[in-house]
Every structure is written in C-alpha cells, then in structure tokens.
Antibody, heavy 121, light 105 residues
Framework: EGQLVESGGGLVQPGRSLKLSCAAS????????MHWVRQVPGKGLEWVSG????????EYASSVKGRFTISRDSAKNSLYLQMNSLRTEDTALYYC??????????????WGKGTTVIVSS | EIVLTQSPATLSLSPGERATLSCRAS??????LGWYQQKPGQAPRLLIY???NRATGIPARFSGSGSGTDFTLTISSLESEDFAVYYC????????FGGGTRVEI
C-alpha cells in the first residue's frame, strides 16, 4: 500500500523559511501525483499543493501561492515543500499524501503521519 | 472557487444506527466527490471516490451517492470504530475539502 514519512517541521519566526520533506516507500513513486495537505489542530483539512508524476502539472491553494514551492525527486523517492515568507496562519500539521492518479489531481489514498510547523515570534 | 458545505456539523447517534451525512457543492462537481474518515491523532483515510466507489478495504456498510451539487455518505449500521470526523473532497477543480461532520456517540 505504501508509506510516507514527513520531516522538516519545527518552530520558525514569521517571515522566515522552512523546507518540508516526505520520503515515500512501498509503491512506485514515479507513477503518482503527490500532495501536501495541512490541518490546524482541531480544525479541518486544507489542501496546500499538488504535483503530477512528471512535475508538469503543479497547483497551489490561493493562500500559499507565490510563497510555497512544491517539488519532487524521483531518484530519492521524495516530495518537498519549500515554504517562504511564513505567516502565523501557516501554523499547522502538514501531511504528505499520494494521489490515486498520476497525471490528474484526484483523491489521496496514502497519507503520512504529518510534521508540525509552528510560525511564531 | 468551489465551496463544499457539510451538514450537520455534529451527528449524535448510537452503535447500530444509520448515519446520513451531507455534502453540498457551491456549483456542480459532476460525480467528482470523495469522502474521508479521520480519527483523533490519525491521518485521514479515503473511503469513497467519485461519489459512489468504495476505496480498497472499505467495508460495505459505507456507501456514497449523489451527483452535481448534492452528495450523501451513508453508514448503514454504525460500529464503534466509525465514530470519527468525515470530510468530503471535490476534484472538479484543484482539490478542496468540506468543513467536516463529527459523528459522535
């Protein structure tokens, strides 16, 4: 079924940067689109960004567009999220998730446990 | 931007009862709607995709229906492990989630 393990979260000051990583195993990483989804504790899910299998299709939520950059490395079976100009409202648990499709963004059938990002001075 | 509205916010039921959860889209999403279950301290789990298709390993007591703007997730007979928060998600445009429905005992 596959496994995803996120890392890179932590405490960061507003305006600074942070890069999240997600290591994938147990499935053919190159065949699937991937996503970042975040969740403020006690609140709902917010899709952040998605990337197709070949990186040709990339999309962002309006709340992060221009500040966050998603990327993937097939040699390392890894997904990344570069987060710049962080704001307090970016504080959340960030999940990495695998899409059921390769090219189009559909649904997410494998999820990691998440990594926590806290933006505070 | 397509907005998904879930109702009710909280559903209080007993084991063995039937649960009916609603998700309404602000504009048509065809049948491009899925449902997830999330338990405390866990990541979401995909239950239903494209309105009515159960994901791998999902019990038959979970069923989905609807098209266009109105969708329903039905749990035919609640088991103790089904008490959780449920989210709908559309894929008509980029992915977006509804606000969730908590099913509590």
């Amino acid at each position: 079924e596959g496994q995803l393990v996120e890392s890179g979260g932590g405490l960061v000051q507003p305006g600074r940067s942070l890069k999240l990583s997600c290591a994938a195993s147990g499935f053919t990483f190159d065949n699937y689109a991937m996503h970042w989804v975040r969740q403020v504790p006690g609140k709902g899910l917010e899709w952040v960004s998605g990337i197709s299998w070949n990186s040709d299709s990339i999309e962002y939520a309006s709340s992060v567009k221009g500040r966050f950059t998603i990327s993937r490395d097939s040699a390392k079976n890894s997904l990344y999220l570069q987060m710049n100009s962080l704001r307090t409202e970016d504080t959340a648990l960030y999940y990495c998730a695998k899409d059921i499709s390769g090219l189009f963004f559909q649904y997410m059938d494998v999820w990691g446990k998440g990594t926590t990002v806290i933006v505070s001075s | 931007e397509i907005v998904l509205t879930q109702s009710p916010a909280t559903l209080s039921l007993s084991p063995g009862e039937r649960a009916t959860l609603s998700c309404r889209a602000s504009q048509s999403v065809s049948n491009y709607l899925g449902w997830y279950q999330q338990k405390p301290g866990q990541a979401p789990r995909l239950l239903i995709y494209d309105a009515s298709n159960r994901a791998t390993g999902i019990p038959a007591r979970f069923s989905g229906s609807g098209s266009g703007t109105d969708f329903t997730l039905t749990i035919s007979s609640l088991e103790s492990e089904d008490f959780a928060v449920y989210y709908c998600q559309q894929r008509s445009t980029w992915p977006a989630f509804g606000g969730g429905t908590r099913v509590e005992i």
